[in-house]
């Protein structure tokens, strides 16, 4: 039986919106509501306390328009709720699990490297999904701090020596350590997915989440017989703050425009 009910993506703020372009891209149809949490972003340097708690208030949020299934596009969420207790009423698909499925299929040579927020990094999310998985696999981590603030600036060309620089900076132990797979464990990375490669070179293959979690998403759907049976889709945006960056960050992230006047703004501490 088709089910015509939206996709609920949340994210801490506009970044997710690079999970839902892969959604978007592998199940055009599908209806979604999407919830960046702008006022409170962002998630990667808060403790994991207030991390649940924003998660189930955005839970509650996407719950309250009638979603079919939660995705969490957030890497900074998915780490911290991957070992919590959580139960909602729809199935719910976290950005880690199937991250690390692909990098773990994909490494030859059982190095594999995991970039994200200090939060994300500091859980150990990513490795403890991949040495489950295989334990012979040697997982490297670092936390890149800056590259959030440098995508939702636009700086993000691979020709820019200053945007090179800071990239290497964080990735050169990565690339010391030999990993032949590296996972862009947080929202905004794979908008930088070209100069990660000029910097880690051709041999080293990039996971992106979103994609890894949209075909899992498509997959459920299928099996379960629940994809929607319409045939435009459409898409409606809520934030908790409504800031002057966003249309241009939105597109950068999206790739596509959004239109500024049909974004809603909502109370998230009233949910
Ligand atoms: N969305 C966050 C993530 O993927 C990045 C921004 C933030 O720190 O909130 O980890």
Same mark, same amino acid.
């Given at each position: 039986?088709?089910?015509?009910?939206?996709?609920?993506?949340?994210?801490?703020?506009?970044?997710?919106?690079?999970?839902?372009?892969?959604?978007?891209?592998?199940?055009?149809?599908?209806?979604?509501?999407?919830?960046?949490?702008?006022?409170?972003?962002?998630?990667?340097?808060?403790?994991?306390?207030? &991390?649940?708690?924003?998660?189930?208030?955005?839970?509650?949020?996407?719950?309250?328009?009638?979603?079919?299934?939660?995705?969490?596009?957030?890497?900074?969420?998915?780490?911290?709720?991957?070992?919590?207790?959580?139960?909602?009423?729809?199935?719910?698909?976290?950005?880690?699990?199937?991250?690390?499925?692909?990098?773990?299929?994909?490494?030859?040579?059982?190095? &594999?490297?995991?970039?994200?927020?200090?939060?994300?990094?500091?859980?150990?999310?990513?490795?403890?999904?991949?040495?489950?998985?295989?334990?012979?696999?040697?997982?490297?981590?670092?936390?890149?701090?800056?590259?959030?603030?440098?995508?939702?600036?636009?700086?993000?060309?691979?020709?820019?020596?200053?945007?090179?620089?800071?990239?290497?900076?964080?990735?050169?132990?990565?690339?010391?350590?030999?990993?032949?797979?590296?996972?862009?464990?947080?929202?905004?990375?794979?908008?930088?997915?070209?100069?990660?490669?000029?910097?880690?070179?051709?041999?080293?293959?990039?996971?992106?989440?979103?994609?890894?979690?949209?075909?899992?998403?498509?997959?459920?759907?299928?099996?379960?017989?629940?994809?929607?049976?319409?045939?435009?889709?459409?898409?409606?945006?809520?934030?908790?703050?409504?800031?002057?960056?966003?249309?241009?960050?939105?597109?950068?992230?999206?790739?596509?425009?959004?239109?500024?006047?049909?974004?809603?703004?909502?109370?998230?501490?009233?949910?």
């Amino acid at each position: 039986m088709s089910d015509k009910r939206p996709i609920g993506i949340f994210d801490s703020g506009l970044g997710g919106l690079t999970v839902m372009k892969e959604i978007v891209k592998l199940m055009p149809n599908e209806n979604i509501v999407y919830f960046g949490d702008t006022g409170r972003v962002p998630y990667g340097t808060r403790s994991r306390e207030i &991390i649940n708690k924003y998660a189930m208030q955005d839970e509650k949020f996407l719950l309250n328009n009638d979603v079919k299934l939660i995705v969490a596009a957030c890497g900074t969420v998915s780490s911290v709720v991957a070992d919590t207790k959580h139960s909602l009423p729809v199935p719910f698909f976290e950005v880690i699990s199937y991250a690390a499925q692909m990098a773990v299929k994909a490494t030859k040579n059982k190095k &594999i490297g995991v970039i994200g927020t200090s939060a994300t990094i500091n859980s150990g999310s990513h490795k403890n999904k991949i040495l489950e998985l295989d334990s012979t696999i040697q997982v490297f981590t670092n936390a890149c701090t800056l590259f959030v603030p440098f995508v939702e600036e636009g700086w993000i060309s691979a020709d820019d020596d200053v945007v090179l620089g800071m990239v290497s900076k964080y990735l050169e132990p990565l690339k010391q350590s030999g990993v032949d797979t590296l996972i862009l464990g947080c929202t905004h990375y794979p908008i930088l997915c070209d100069v990660i490669s000029k910097v880690m070179g051709d041999g080293v293959t990039l996971i992106n989440p979103g994609e890894a979690l949209a075909l899992a998403v498509k997959q459920y759907l299928d099996d379960s017989d629940t994809a929607t049976d319409d045939t435009t889709a459409c898409y409606d945006f809520f934030v908790s703050d409504k800031t002057a960056a966003f249309e241009k960050t939105a597109e950068m992230l999206l790739g596509r425009k959004i239109d500024y006047n049909q974004v809603k703004q909502v109370d998230i501490d009233k949910i």
